[in-house]
């Protein structure tokens, strides 16, 4: 089957292939700090999901740094000022703080030339109107994208991964970017435990229902990751983890029930193999996206 990769929406877009920076905006999260909870979602890992990221530096450094590790992967036919990039503040909640650095970060990365787009990793319950009309005015002059971290539809999940904010506040959120014309991108865990084949697919049915359509979405493979209390749970009590070839069937089902136009982001994300507990074989990145490609084109 075919689907709009993200490689695809950006080579599209901008006539070549577009790299992200991994950059780090130096927020905490509320449900860290004790504004909702101390303990944070029990998946993740003291990296905030941000485990690649750069250090916490001037954005200038973290820029210089970040594409140095990126380069290092760019064909040398490429010559450095034909490269494009998406500048992505993943680790933690980045909308979460002082809104007036955290806006005046936003506008800095977006004055750099070979940085083409936006993407703010970011909680449904930390986007103030004041920040989405910011936001808006930065999508007229670039690409600004609002990813945020859903992981499920069903309450009693979000309860246990301790989520901490019900569905309708991401409704609210959606609506609130969206009629401000701006992109949102959705992540989903699959394999969350006590979730059967059923409950990941309700959330991907509710997902591609949205209106307007969902702009892009992010399928994560569960990981075990050492120093979280999924980690912990899992170490007492051996919960269910995905083999590649289950997980290859699920994903297949899960991009079959989306829009066209929906961009898939992401189809399984790794974690750091220094962290990760489980599922091993997801630390092999070449063969899990050799098998996932494969698989999906056979559909």
């Known amino acids: 089957m075919n689907y709009l990769s993200l490689s695809d929406y950006l080579k599209d877009k901008y ?11 130096g927020c905490t999260c509320p449900n860290r700090d004790g504004t909702i909870s101390t303990g944070g979602c029990i998946f993740c890992s003291e990296g905030g999901s941000g485990d690649f990221a750069a250090k916490f530096m001037p954005l200038n450094e973290q820029i210089t740094s970040a594409r140095k590790l990126v380069d290092s992967k760019i064909p040398a036919k490429i010559p450095l000022s034909e490269r494009k990039y998406i500048a992505y503040f993943q680790s933690f909640t980045n909308t979460y703080g002082d809104q007036q650095r955290l806006m005046t970060l936003f506008k800095e990365v977006l004055s750099y030339p070979e940085i083409v787009g936006l993407s703010i990793g970011t909680r449904p319950d930390c986007l103030s109107d004041e920040m989405i009309d910011f936001l808006a005015a930065l999508n007229k002059t670039k690409e600004v994208w ?18 901490g904010y019900e569905l309708s506040v991401f409704e609210d959120a959606y609506k609130r970017l969206t009629d401000a014309g701006l992109k949102v991108v959705v992540h989903v865990i699959l394999g969350l435990p006590g979730e059967s084949e059923s409950d990941i697919l309700e959330t991907i049915k509710y997902l591609a229902n949205l209106n307007p359509t969902l702009f892009g979405i992010k399928l994560q493979l569960l990981h075990v990751l050492k120093g979280t209390k999924l980690a912990d749970m899992y170490e007492k009590e051996p919960f269910h983890i995905y083999e590649l070839e289950e997980y290859c069937e699920l994903v297949g089902k899960c991009l079959q029930l989306l829009p066209k136009e929906t961009v898939i982001h992401r189809l399984t994300g790794d974690g750091p193999k220094k962290l990760l507990i489980a599922p091993l074989w997801s630390g092999n990145k070449k063969l899990v996206m050799n098998t996932m490609r494969k698989y999906i084109s056979n559909l």
């Open 146 to 163: 609002v990813e945020l971290g859903l992981q499920t539809i069903h309450e009693e999940t979000a309860r246990f991964i301790n989520r």
């Open 15 to 25: 006539g070549t292939k577009v790299y992200k920076l991994s950059l780090t905006s």
